[in-house]
């Protein structure tokens, strides 16, 4: 027996399609039977590689008593967080304002038949623990709250209403806040874990935005305190137990300030920001080992995350059979037999085999105990040696684990992260001088193109060949800083033509005409319960932030004041919350920085194989603030990129900032110079 949600398009909610709960998906279907019945709704929000989600799906939702009171109480309405982040926006902002806690997944609200939520909570199991209510206790009571409580819910739901309208930004035309990088940057300096990196305490996450706006103020203004936040944390995630030591690739977070132990699920969202940091950083500071974790993200990346068609998917489970992080973890006896008498000495010290058991008192979860150079000092050999015998070790425990039963995988493709994942590839291959990267960065876009944008519209996710969702305001915003990533990676005038439609998709679909920024959802976007504007980094940098960046961008190329000046008018809707608390949007300080000084473009034109060298030469600095783009010979580029007729030499460059440019330059010393000389950073 199935549920409504065999047939969803999210792997997630067809997880729960065998539950005995009557499932419905969200839509208008589900909240008129609710209407009709006059039954309160069950709102549960998740996402695949949750796994508090999955505990509770066996505890409670896989078990007919508690879905016998469910379904007699509530319509049930299960969401994959990841498809409706409009929806998870809202309810995640509810939960906040009504338990005055934080609140994560698996979100469970309980709300009326239009929207309006009058509980909500997280985790629930089954019977009371721990000092958590059951489940199965609290459901009747809620139940009879909607039926008995009508006007105090009504009530609550009109303040309520008030509070998330008045964390939107209000009005509009305040003034552009002065020093918010200075300040921001203050503010991660104060909270830096000088010892192990990263920011405050447990839990960690890794933080990708702000650690690169560190890298960026480092480059730009010399200060060596960001970079040391930035060398540190790097390392220290690197060598901890948050990455793959075997596999490559990060997990979502760390549950202790060391980096340890984290939750085990792979985030695409996650790996693409640290694979751009990690590359970035390798370049900028002449550092080979972040660009050997960039590598192995990457490897990681196309080993079990690329779908046929060049796409990527989604996540990998914490768990495996049943169990959070099996897949994982090895036991002393498992490791020192599949490997070498010479590969386990260095190993056991280098992996911390030869110390206690680091996850759940029974196993070993890989971090860097022992550098390798220490390794080869203790054991008396030389650093070649020593490196030699840990490859090998790490091949060897590789191969154990694949031979385990393999974390679930989410195989969906969802529009903003695969924009993500195409944006951070290009920009590594550039840093890391990596071509078959920009093949996979191009094949991932293309894939992405032929699915998800039809007939001028874009969707927010597929799985096959069905796509489904309206796309939200981070799905066009980043597919659009993607396509500009992509064209300075290998200039094709079809990714020009795409960012222009998307750009004006973005002015034309979501700006708010009245008071500036972007909604979260667009225009004709179906009417929910709050409309959000959001503007603070999370796990993903803000989306208004990003937009700005990229019509700042695009504007500049384009020759587009009109992009320009949406992007002032977003900086200005969020003026005061920038001001407030700069260090939670850097991905708007990071803009509004550059609408006081616009970043350089050097276009590059002529013999490609000319072109190409300069840029390849060019590439090998890292400089935040310019855009490099070689057009070639530059018959199909658009005419705002052909700057010039040109001279008689075989290639020229023209290096601009803003709308205004230089007279061409026909050698790679005088590009350096003109650079140097009159553009900074």
């Known amino acids: 027996m199935t549920n409504r949600l065999a047939a969803a398009t999210s792997p997630y909610l067809r997880q729960h399609a065998g539950n005995p709960v009557d499932w419905h998906t969200w839509g208008e279907e589900a909240l008129a039977l609710a209407r009709r019945e006059n039954k309160p709704i069950l709102l549960s929000i998740g996402y695949s590689a949750c796994h508090w989600c999955h505990v509770m799906a066996h505890e409670s939702f896989e078990d007919p008593e508690v879905a016998a009171v469910m379904n007699a109480g509530f319509v049930n309405i299960k969401v994959d967080r990841e498809e409706r982040p409009d929806l998870d926006q809202i309810y995640q902002t509810a939960h906040a304002l009504l338990t005055r806690r934080a609140g994560g997944w698996p979100l469970t609200v309980f709300m009326t038949p239009d929207g309006a939520p009058y509980f909500a909570g997280t985790y629930f199991p089954k019977r009371a623990r721990h ?52 300040v921001a940057l203050a503010e991660f300096k104060r909270t830096f874990d000088a010892k192990e990196g990263g920011f405050g305490g447990a839990p960690k996450f890794p933080h990708a935005a702000e650690l690169g706006f560190c890298l960026r103020a480092w480059k730009l203004h010399n200060d060596d305190g960001a970079q040391r936040i930035v060398r540190i944390t790097l390392a220290k995630m690197a060598a901890g137990g948050i990455a793959d030591q075997l596999g490559g690739g990060f997990c979502r977070y760390s549950v202790d300030a060391q980096w340890s132990i984290p939750h085990f699920e792979k985030m695409l969202y996650d790996n693409a920001a640290l694979l751009a940091l990690y590359a970035d950083a390798g370049r900028a500071m002449r550092e080979g080992e972040f660009g050997a974790v960039a590598r192995d993200i990457v490897g990681w990346l196309a080993r079990e995350m690329r779908a046929p068609d060049g796409a990527w998917y989604s996540s990998l489970d914490a768990d495996s059979e049943g169990e959070e992080g099996r897949f994982y973890v090895f036991s002393r006896e498992e490791a020192r037999e599949a490997m070498s008498a010479d590969e386990w000495a260095a190993a056991s010290l280098h992996y911390g085999f030869d110390g206690p058991p680091n996850f759940e008192h029974r196993a070993w979860h890989l971090r860097v105990a022992v550098p390798v150079a220490e390794v080869a000092q203790l054991l008396g050999i030389p650093l070649p040696d020593a490196q030699a015998r840990i490859v090998g070790a790490r091949a060897a425990l590789f191969a154990r684990r694949e031979t385990r039963v393999r974390p679930g995988r989410d195989d969906k493709i969802l529009t903003a992260w695969n924009a993500l994942a195409i944006g951070a590839l290009a920009r590594a291959s550039r840093a890391q001088d ?248």
């Not at 709250?145 to 309208?165: F, M, N, V």
């Not at 400089?623 to 783009?629: A, D, K, S, Y």
């Open 434 to 681: 990596e071509p078959a990267w920009a093949e996979l960065a191009l094949a991932a876009l293309d894939a992405l193109v032929a699915t998800v944008w039809r007939d001028g519209r874009l969707y927010a996710t597929r799985h096959g060949g069905d796509v489904a969702l309206n796309a939200y305001l981070d799905d066009h915003a980043f597919l659009l800083a993607a396509l500009i990533e992509v064209m300075q990676l290998r200039f094709r005038a079809r990714d020009f033509s795409l960012a222009t439609q998307v750009a004006e998709r973005l002015l034309d679909g979501f700006e708010d005409r009245e008071h500036g920024g972007f909604w979260f959802t667009s225009h004709d976007h179906e009417r929910l319960y709050h409309r959000t504007k959001p503007a603070q980094d999370n796990a993903t940098p803000a989306g208004n932030g990003v937009a700005a960046q990229a019509l700042l961008a695009l504007g500049h190329l384009a020759a587009q004041p009109r992009y320009v000046e949406a992007a002032e008018r977003t900086l200005r809707a969020f003026a005061e919350g920038i001001a407030r608390a700069p260090n939670a949007h850097v991905t708007l300080v990071t803009a509004l920085e550059r609408i006081g000084r616009p970043p350089s473009t050097l276009i590059l034109c002529g013999d490609p194989a000319q072109t190409r060298s300069w840029q390849r030469a060019l590439e090998r600095e890292y400089r935040p603030e310019m855009c490099v783009i070689d057009i070639g010979a530059g018959e199909d580029a658009p005419a705002a990129l052909r700057k010039g007729a040109l001279p008689s030499e075989a290639a020229a460059a023209w290096l601009c900032q803003g709308l205004q440019c230089l007279p061409p330059i026909t050698s790679l010393d005088g590009i350096e110079a003109a650079i140097s000389g009159n553009i900074h950073g």
């Open 131 to 182: 000092g958590l209510p059951g489940f199965l206790d609290i459901l009747p009571r809620i139940a009879a709250a909607y039926h008995e409580q009508g006007p105090a819910i009504a009530e609550q739901s009109a303040r309520l209403s008030e509070a998330l309208q008045s964390l939107e930004p209000g009005r509009r035309g305040a003034a552009l806040p002065e020093n918010a990088g200075a």
